[in-house]
């Protein structure tokens, strides 16, 4: 078996990869004009033939796809490859509408599992690694992605699954990881249970690999702090892959896309209008060597940004930063553009006397929109008393007026009052939808 997870794969000079692009995308455009009827009609209304794409510099003529189609060809429409070939099935649900279904070959598993692969060599593991697989295994694609990865390096994989916390760092202990992969806020949790027990020095941990949801720096100090890790991003979703479509590498300085399998694209959310390099916008994926559930110009709706400078890593793949959010999560309050994303940051810059744990709850009231964020204090801050809640609130509403623009009403809250995640946490309560 080719050790496609092995750096060599990922470090062509950039014209190499342009042309291995180039050429995966013309066979895959041909094979899905054939296969995909939508992708055929989208085509045709643009009065384009496969062979009027010779290259990745055609790109950008191509039609765009979207969730939405997932949803209208529920649930095999868009495969481009007879049911007897699909290995197996996964499904995301998202925060809202129908669920969706992707596929897999067995090339398709095997990309897959090298993509993740990848990222495990890259943060320095190896066959030696114990990998507690706590993303949840299901349908979701958090669970089967990391294990398969793990098991592809010839590590041993621990197939927890999430949740059960108690356990899930008891067997850590037992079985002696040294990878834990879960969701950013899952870890967060399981380092303030870890603290409670007191056992951080049982603990054989060296990386996390954290991802399916957006966290910030200041997080992953917390994270590594409290867990004695190091504590490394994976981005993927599941209409492209999976986990370990984009990873970072030991330096930790933006996640190296697998470009050789997808090709990546910044384009203006509002226009479609690609956007020059190192420019913010939204993150378009197409898939060049996926056979069972190929896409052309997936709009992912996350928003983030692309580096094509060489990493210390000696990767030549590009990077994107972390994604800031989606444009399907940016609340607009008040007529201004807010990101989740840029709270957590204001909160957790905060330092000691609040958690990480926090809820933001939006409504309309009288046709105006109301604006509260509710923070988790720390038991230390819980028992000072009063005075300092008071202030602590006044110095939260102010950061986050110089950071949004507007000011949220700010409440501190009691210790562990705010719901725990295992898996993606829940921080937007926008209660407007429901009026
Ligand atoms: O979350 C796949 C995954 C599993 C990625 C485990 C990493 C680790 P979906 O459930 O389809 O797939 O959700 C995909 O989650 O479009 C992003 O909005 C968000 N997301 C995923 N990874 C990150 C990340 C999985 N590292 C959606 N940072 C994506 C920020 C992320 N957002």
Redesign the pocket.
Known sequence: MSKMWQPEYEAMPREEIKRDQSEKLCRQVKRMYEKVELFRKRMDEKGLKPEDIKGVEDLHKLPFSYKQDLRDYYPYGLFAVPMSEIRRVHA?S?TTGKQIVVGYTDNDLTMWADCFARMLIATGNDENAFVQVS?GLGL???GF??HDGAVRIGATAIPISAGNTQRQIQTMIDFGATVLCC?PSYAMYLGEVIEEMGVKDQLKLKTGI??????TEEMRHQIEEKLGLKAC???????IM??GVSYECEYQCG?HVCEDHFIPEIIDPDTGEVLPEGEQGELVFTTITKEGFPLIRYR???ICSLNYEPCKCGRTHVRMN??QG?TDDMLIIRGVNVFPSQIEEVLLGVGGEITPNYQIIVDRVNNNDTFEVEVEMSEEMFSDGVKGIEKTERLITEKLRSTLGIAPKVRLVNPKSITRSEG?AKRVIDKRKLH
């Open positions: 995301s998202g993303y979701f694609t958090g992605g990391a969701t954290f991802g399916a949801e957006p966290w991003d994976i981005y993927g979703l599941s209409e999976g986990p996640m992912t709706r996350d972390k994604p989606r993606k």
